[in-house]
């Protein structure tokens, strides 16, 4: 159903959260985040007809652009998806951009593959982890910590300001492993400093588990 | 501030950890606990390491606000000491931890040093055994399993906790570099000591029984491959500005 059409990989340094909004017929959210080897991009938009589905290709190959002009966005892949649909009329668009950042991780190239336009088109772009999963991983957290129930978290709190030391750290990582059905690598559990870190983190492997 | 009152320290002699211990109980505050020991933390160094730096400089006061501390590649404290080329400071190397209750910075000279420091009480959230066959190596899973006493049980795994973390934090390469399953940390009967197995040799432990038996503390420093001469520690609780006591009553374990 969804066919990858562009890939795009490099080293990966640091991490960082670029949010993108876009308005360009609808309200989509363009959110790149990078961290545990992965970016992902999210949106989700419904077209009704070819001619928009044009306008949103372009809006997005001048999102991403715009992006990779951008300094110090280091990722290792970043990967867009769209449905092969059947359609009576094709389009191919294809952007290759070489070099486009100046600092030595930058992407090598980037190419859209084939679209195919049809009346409806959904571009999937995923966006950072479900509210539920984040609300998932505070309620963890504060249990682990022994904060009282009305303790402000937000998805950005660190660990480690909110009073974690290393072992209430590991002892977080296993309590998510047993509530996702998961299984944390050493280098994910020691990159994970936030809230949000480990939901997104969480989510990806969820994804990523075979199929039961 | 009264830099006049910080008495200048001998340094440390080779082989030899000097462990410093606050208590934040003694120091009064309005601020949320936890941000106020990092806070103090940060204080025991800068005064403590001040201090080792004035008895080195002809006992010329050096004021703790003028340190330069910088982080290695992996994100580790350590003093600056390419500041000042002009005086001849001693490469100090320190580690700090703390709990809730008692923070703690251990200062030796030229050797890495890692220090960590918990609670004696700390309960678990989990099954001890669960969580060592989760992230200690099988050996000492096979140690723990060994203990039929659930509280003993717990006490080990704690102390296995300190000298293991002392481990990676004196190693400096943060936790990717040396994951806790690894390695092992064990006494083997009739030794005087703990003992690294599986990375490589020269590392020194001492885990010590602190401030009224309310806490455990590991120290870990780089010795020399055939190094022969044990580590010994000397402890002192300390208020900066206002006092310091030798303790003589702390455990060897």
Redesign the interface.
Known sequence: MWDPIATCSEDRSGSAITNLGHNITEDFCLRLSSGNGAVSVSSALEQKDSSSVLVVALGLCTALISLLLMASLSTTSLSFKAPSIQSTTTRIYQVTLKRVLRKASSFQSISFGRFQSSKRLRLQISCAAKPETVQKVSDIVKEQLALSADTALTAESKFSALGADSLDTVEIVMALEEKFDISVEETDAQNITTIQEAADLIEDLVQKKPAA | MMLSSLVPLQLPSRMQTHLWYMLPNEVKSDDAL?KKNALLARTLVRTTVARYQTNNNNDTVVDPRSLKFKKNLYGKPEVDGEVDTTTNYPKLKFNISH?DSLIACGVTVNVPVGIDV?DKT?K???DVL??AK??YSSREVEFLSSIADMEARRKEFIKL?TLK?AYVKALGK???AS?FNTFSIIRPVAAESYNLCGQAEGWKFRLLELAASSHYAAICIEGEDDEEEAMTVIVHRTIPFVEDELISDWKLL
């Open positions: 936890k709990t918990e700390r678990m959230r989990h669960s969580l989760r992230f906790w973390e943060g936790f990717s994951p």
